[in-house]
C-alpha cells in the first residue's frame, strides 16, 4: 500500500513538475497574432484581444483572456463582444508549441445580430455568378466555426432585422458541440422581456453547418416556452414543440417543416417558410386539433356590462390593460401588418372563443403590406355554420374593417352570451349582412360600426314578456271575456324577420315580422346597444288563448293591438292601448245596431233623425 502511495505521489509531483515547465516554456501570449490571423484568413472577421493572455490549469488546461471583440468585415459594430473568453487548449500540441482549442467559452457576452454588424462587402470586391456549378473547396464557404465545443453563458442577444424593432435575449446559456463534418449538437436557453411580457426559452437542436452559410438545417427536437405578463392571461401561456428548420442563404429563406407545437391546451402542426429580403414573405398552412383562444387571450370587458353588474353586487374579476412603455411613441393599430406580406391557410378541428364553440374551421388569408384579406373563413356552430369574410385596410392612417357575415340556424343565445349582451333571446339565427368599421374588437363594434343586415329567427323565446298574456290580461281587466291561463313567461314565435340597421351603436330594426299558431306581430324600433335600452312598437294579433266564441272575441282575434315595449334591456316596460281598442269596438258595435233599428224604423221620424245623427259621427 505504502509503495502504490509512493507511486501515486511521484506522478503527481512529475505531472505538476511538467504543467509548471509547460506554464514557464510556453508564453500565451506568443498565440495573440496566431489566432487574430487565423481567425481572419478564414473569415474575414477581426479578433481583437484586450489584454494579457494567462494560463489556467484546472479543471482544464485553458488560456484565459480579458476583454474580446469580434466584428465583420466593413461592420460599424462588433458582432460579439465579451468580458473574458476561455480556451481549453489541448496539452500535448503545446509540447511543440501547436494550438489546439478544445473549447471556446464566452461569459458575459453580447452578441449583436443587427444592420450595424453585418459584413459589408466591398465596392471593388468580385461577386461570384449566382448560377456556379462547380465544387466549393473550402475557402468558398465563407466564415464556419472550427472550433469542436463552444460555451456562452449569462449572454445577451440582440437581434434586429432591417430597420424592425430590436429584440433582446438575455440569460442565454449555450453549449454547441461539433464534429470534424460541422454537425452540431445544440442546447439552447435564454429569455425575452418586452412591453412587460416575460418570454423562457429552451431548445435542443441538431445542426448541419457543412454548407453554411449557403444553407443551415436545424432539427429541434426539443422546444419549451413560457410566456408571462402583460395583457398575457394571468395562468401564462406555455407549451412544447419540435420542427425542422432550413435557412437558405442564397435565398435569405426560412423554411419550417414538421411543426409540432402546443400552447396551453390548444396544439397544432403544419409548415411554413418565410422570405426574408426586403419586406419578409410568409407562407404557411397549419392544422389545428384544439384552438382555445379563451385559455390564450384576454377578453376585455364590456364597460356597460360591468357597471350594471357592480351595480348588482356581482364581484368582477380585475382585468391588466395593455402595457404603455413610457417615452415610446403611439402607434397606431394593426400597423405592423404594413411590413410584411403573408399567405397563411388555416384549418381546425375545433376552437373555442368566448365561450362559443366551432368546428371544421376552414381560413385562407393573405396580406399585402396592410391589405388584409380574408377570403375564406368558415366552420360549423352547433347545428348551423358561420362564414366570416372580409378585408382589413391599415395603408392609411386610418384603418378600415369590412365583413360580410353569413349565419345559418345559429343558437342566437350563445352569441349574445358571448358578447355580454344581457339580452334573454334563443332562437336559431341566419343573418346575410355587411358591416364595417375602424376596429377589430366587440367593443368598438357596438360604439362604431355601421351597416345592415337580414335576420331571420326561427323558434324563438324571448324571457322576460309574454306578449299574448299582457294582452289578454289586459283585455280580460276591462271586459267580460275569459282567457286561458298561461305562466310561461316568455315570448315564443316559430318565425321572426327584420331589416335592420347599425349605425355607431344605435340599430334601427324596420319590418319586423312574426308568427306562431299563438299570435302574429309586425313592428319597428330602435336598440341603443352602448345605453343597453331600447324602443320598439308592435302591432300584435293573438290568435288563441281566449274562452269561448262571440263577435268580440272574434274581433280581438282579428284586430292588431299596439304594444310598445321600451327602457333598459335588463328592466323593460310596456304600453298597451287595449282600452281604446275595446272602446272603439263597442262605438262600432253600438253604431252598427243603431244603423239597424234606424233601417227597421227609416219612415218615422225618430228613425229618420237617428239616421241623420250617425251620418255626423
Not at 172 to 193: C, K, P, Y
Not at 336 to 352: G, P, Y
Request: glycine share 8%.
Amino acid at each position: 500500500m505504502r509503495r502504490v502511495l509512493t507511486t501515486l505521489m511521484i506522478l503527481l509531483v512529475v505531472l505538476v513538475a511538467g504543467l509548471s515547465a509547460l506554464v514557464i516554456m510556453v508564453n500565451p501570449n506568443d498565440f495573440r497574432s496566431y489566432m487574430v490571423r487565423q481567425v481572419e484568413a478564414r473569415s474575414g472577421y477581426q479578433l481583437q484581444l484586450d489584454g494579457p493572455l494567462r494560463w489556467h490549469v484546472w479543471p482544464q488546461l485553458s488560456i484565459l483572456s480579458g476583454r474580446v471583440t469580434l466584428t465583420a468585415p466593413g461592420a460599424a459594430q462588433p458582432i460579439v463582444k465579451a468580458d473574458n473568453m476561455r480556451l481549453d487548449v489541448g496539452l500535448l500540441p503545446l509540447l511543440s508549441h501547436q494550438l489546439q482549442v478544445k473549447q471556446v467559452m464566452l461569459k458575459g457576452a453580447i452578441i449583436q445580430l443587427t444592420p450595424q454588424s453585418r459584413a459589408i462587402a466591398q465596392k471593388d470586391a468580385p461577386v461570384a455568378p449566382k448560377e456556379n456549378t462547380l465544387p466549393q473547396v473550402a475557402e468558398d464557404r465563407g466564415w464556419s466555426w472550427d472550433i469542436a465545443r463552444l460555451q456562452v453563458a449569462d449572454s445577451v442577444l440582440v437581434f434586429q432585422h432591417q430597420d424592425d424593432e430590436q429584440v433582446t435575449v438575455r440569460d442565454i446559456s449555450l453549449q454547441m458541440d461539433q464534429d470534424a463534418f460541422h454537425q452540431a449538437t445544440l442546447n439552447f436557453s435564454g429569455r425575452v422581456n418586452r412591453d412587460q411580457r416575460d418570454l423562457s426559452l429552451s431548445l435542443t437542436a441538431k445542426v448541419d453547418a457543412s454548407d453554411y452559410p449557403h444553407n443551415l438545417s436545424a432539427a429541434i427536437s426539443s422546444l419549451n416556452w413560457q410566456l408571462q405578463g402583460g395583457d398575457v392571461p394571468p395562468q401564462g401561456i406555455n407549451g412544447q414543440g419540435s420542427l425542422a428548420a432550413q435557412w437558405q442563404g442564397d435565398r435569405q429563406r426560412v423554411v419550417l417543416n414538421d411543426l409540432q407545437l402546443t400552447a396551453n391546451d390548444s396544439a397544432f402542426s403544419g409548415k411554413g417558410s418565410v422570405v426574408l429580403a426586403g419586406k419578409p414573405q410568409w407562407a404557411l398552412d397549419l392544422q389545428f386539433d384544439n384552438l382555445n383562444l379563451d385559455n390564450l387571450l384576454t377578453v376585455k370587458d364590456n364597460p356597460a356590462t360591468n357597471t350594471s353588474s357592480a351595480q348588482q353586487g356581482q364581484k368582477l374579476q380585475p382585468r391588466l390593460p395593455r402595457p404603455v412603455i413610457a417615452g415610446n411613441p403611439v402607434i397606431p393599430e394593426y400597423t405592423a401588418l404594413r411590413d410584411f406580406s403573408a399567405q397563411l391557410v388555416l384549418t381546425a378541428k375545433k376552437i373555442q372563443w368566448r365561450g362559443m364553440q366551432f368546428a371544421d374551421v376552414q381560413g385562407q388569408l393573405t396580406n399585402e403590406g396592410g391589405l388584409l384579406s380574408i377570403t375564406t373563413l368558415e366552420g360549423k356552430m352547433g347545428a348551423g355554420d358561420i362564414s366570416l369574410p372580409g378585408t382589413l385596410d391599415v395603408r392609411t392612417d386610418r384603418p378600415l374593417a369590412r365583413f360580410k357575415p353569413r349565419l345559418n340556424n345559429v343558437e342566437i343565445g350563445t352569441i349574445l352570451t358571448a358578447f355580454d349582451y344581457p339580452i334573454a333571446l334563443t332562437g336559431q339565427l341566419s343573418l346575410a349582412g355587411d358591416f364595417s368599421g375602424g376596429r377589430i374588437d366587440a367593443d368598438d363594434f357596438r360604439r362604431n360600426w355601421q351597416g345592415t343586415a337580414h335576420v331571420d329567427i326561427a323558434d324563438s323565446r324571448m324571457e322576460g314578456l309574454n306578449f299574448q298574456q299582457l294582452i289578454q290580461q289586459a283585455v280580460a281587466r276591462s271586459s267580460d271575456v275569459e282567457v286561458q291561463q298561461n305562466y310561461d313567461n316568455a315570448t315564443r314565435l316559430d318565425s321572426f324577420s327584420t331589416e335592420l340597421t347599425l349605425e355607431d351603436g344605435m340599430m334601427t330594426m324596420t319590418d319586423i315580422q312574426g308568427a306562431s299558431p299563438l299570435l302574429s306581430l309586425a313592428g319597428e324600433g330602435e336598440m341603443d346597444l352602448v345605453k343597453e335600452q331600447c324602443d320598439t312598437r308592435f302591432t300584435v294579433r293573438v290568435l288563441e288563448g281566449w274562452k269561448g266564441e262571440g263577435k268580440l272575441v272574434e274581433y280581438l282575434k282579428n284586430t292588431a293591438i299596439p304594444l310598445t315595449v321600451y327602457g333598459d334591456w335588463q328592466s323593460l316596460n310596456y304600453s298597451l292601448q287595449v282600452d281604446q281598442i275595446l272602446r272603439k269596438h263597442l262605438q262600432d258595435e253600438a253604431k252598427r245596431r243603431l244603423n239597424a233599428w234606424a233601417d227597421r224604423n227609416k219612415d218615422t221620424q225618430n228613425g229618420k233623425d237617428v239616421k241623420k245623427l250617425l251620418d255626423k259621427l
